[in-house]
């Protein structure tokens, strides 16, 4: 996710007054001058690095302000993101009414399943989206799975848990995501991988509606969960100190939670996000890695014990069509991943935030193919001329604007809203969020087949990578110096 600009989260009066006017600062993406960033997922709420800079710019990644996280008061500490004020009133008690997120628009059914290797920390845990049998059977699945998630997301926007996790079970408790738990894979053709990197404050169940309609036009999506500190949530499993005997093997597990880790005092956020998008980017390997070794028919342990079978993926994975994809931090996960493994032959970067990447990426470049998709509220002029300094003067990058849009059009987050409290809170832009999504989607899918060689019929959305079409711009829409890069 991105980072999302400051959520002021309005309790119900039954909650003391204390209570109704902590102020919060969400943030899941990039942030501008220094390292602001928005919320991607449900919301990255804390100001992100180089943020704050960023509104001293005369045209900058948003123009609402937010309060500031521990890191405020610095030069560049600024969340692009979003100002939520909720309140349960402006609600509905029935989340089906307002909150469905879309499903696949492609020729496939879509199965979800989540997985964990058995390395700790150290391990991959992903969910995977993927190609699947019509499963009359099988239920949707849980769209944020732990209430730990909630208290990550709470802690993050620093709100009291009390509060905030009564807020999100009340609105988006029951939400699910239109992919069928576990559902059978759908074999008889190899299908392009792409691996997908959440934004700031995000897991890997926020993207779901990119993730889906990926999978339901024929690619296997591994959704990396970072464990890096900088998902609002994320956990491992490792053995119970004691077991009862008569336990079963399911039950001799714990989940250990590693939560968001906050700016400390005095620290630069810059070393901290460029620490973690290498972390990132090398988890988005062993994902990569993982995969293929399911694929090639080796035996791979799920601590999570779903009832998938993994073995139904053998030989089902088109080793020469990989890419990598993520959005806000996950932006600059795809550009570090992409400087250090060549089998991503390409890669997209939803609402790219920059500060997290290195100065050996510029010095260096980056060899494949690169599409940056934008949002026209969030971005800033020192952002857009970093990522100007790995794409000009070569025609296989690419850069468009959506119109009307917002950093949180990416996340799940704009669809799981009212509209009243989504543009209340800035969860959608002035474009209808299933527009600003598809257009994504859609330039997204027509790259991909242009640089992964696919023989599909994307390439009818051709014109929307060259900035060609309704809502959508060549470039971006920021003002840039006559010095910057082309």
Aim: with cysteine; proline share 7%; aromatic share 10%.
């Amino acid at each position: 996710m991105a980072p999302c600009q400051g959520l002021v989260f309005r309790a119900p009066r039954r909650f003391p007054p204390a209570l109704s006017q902590r102020k919060t600062e969400a943030k899941f993406g990039p942030a501008p001058p220094g390292g602001a960033r928005q919320p991607l997922c449900p919301r990255e709420r804390r100001t992100p690095a180089g943020a704050a800079a960023a509104r001293r710019e005369p045209r900058g990644p948003s123009r609402s302000s937010g309060p500031r996280d521990g890191s405020a008061g610095r030069p560049g500490h600024r969340t692009p993101g979003l100002w939520v004020t909720a309140a349960m009133e402006m609600g509905s008690s029935s989340t089906e009414k307002f909150y469905r997120i879309p499903k696949g628009k492609g020729p496939h059914s879509v199965g979800c399943t989540d997985l964990m290797t058995e390395d700790a920390v150290e391990g991959s845990f992903l969910r995977l989206y993927y190609p699947s049998c019509d499963a009359t059977d099988n239920e949707e699945a849980p769209w944020i799975p732990d209430k730990e998630y909630y208290q990550g997301l709470c802690d993050f926007l620093n709100m009291y848990r009390v509060v905030g996790e009564r807020l999100f079970q009340y609105y988006v408790g029951s939400v699910t995501c239109p992919a069928k738990s576990n559902a059978a894979f759908k074999p008889g053709e190899k299908y392009p991988l792409l691996v997908f990197s959440h934004g700031l404050g995000a897991f890997r169940t926020i993207y779901s509606a990119i993730c889906i309609e990926m999978a339901s036009q024929g690619f296997i999506v591994a959704a990396v969960e970072h464990r890096d500190e900088s998902a609002s949530a994320t956990y491992y499993c490792k053995k119970k100190s004691v077991s009862e005997p008569h336990e079963e093997s399911a039950s001799s597990m714990e989940k250990e939670w590693i939560y968001y880790r906050k700016l400390k005092s005095g620290e630069e956020e810059r070393g901290l996000r460029h620490k973690q998008v290498q972390q990132r980017a090398q988890e988005c390997i062993k994902a990569l890695n993982l995969i293929l070794k399911i694929n090639s028919g080796e035996e791979v342990v799920n601590v999570l014990n779903s009832n998938f079978d993994w073995n139904s993926l053998k030989d089902s994975v088109d080793t020469s069509r990989i890419a990598v994809m993520g959005h806000s931090f996950g932006g600059a996960t795809v550009i570090e991943s992409l400087s250090r493994e060549i089998r991503f032959r390409c890669g997209i970067a939803l609402d790219a935030w920059m500060l997290p990447v290195g100065d050996d990426i510029y010095q260096n470049g980056v060899q494949q193919p690169l599409l940056f998709i934008n949002s026209e509220k969030f971005q800033w002029a020192g952002n857009i001329v970093k990522m100007k300094r790995l794409s000009s003067n070569d025609t296989n990058k690419k850069m468009i604007t959506i119109k009307g849009s917002v950093h949180q059009s990416f996340p799940d987050f704009t669809f799981v809203s009212g509209e009243i409290i989504g543009r209340f809170f800035r969860l959608k832009g002035e474009i209808d969020p299933n527009e600003a999504i598809d257009i994504s989607n859609r330039a997204s899918l027509a790259f991909l087949q242009k640089h992964l060689g696919l023989e599909k019929d994307f390439n009818k959305w051709d014109s929307l990578v060259d900035g060609i079409g309704p809502n959508v711009i060549p470039g971006t829409n920021i003002e840039l110096s006559p010095s910057a890069p082309k």
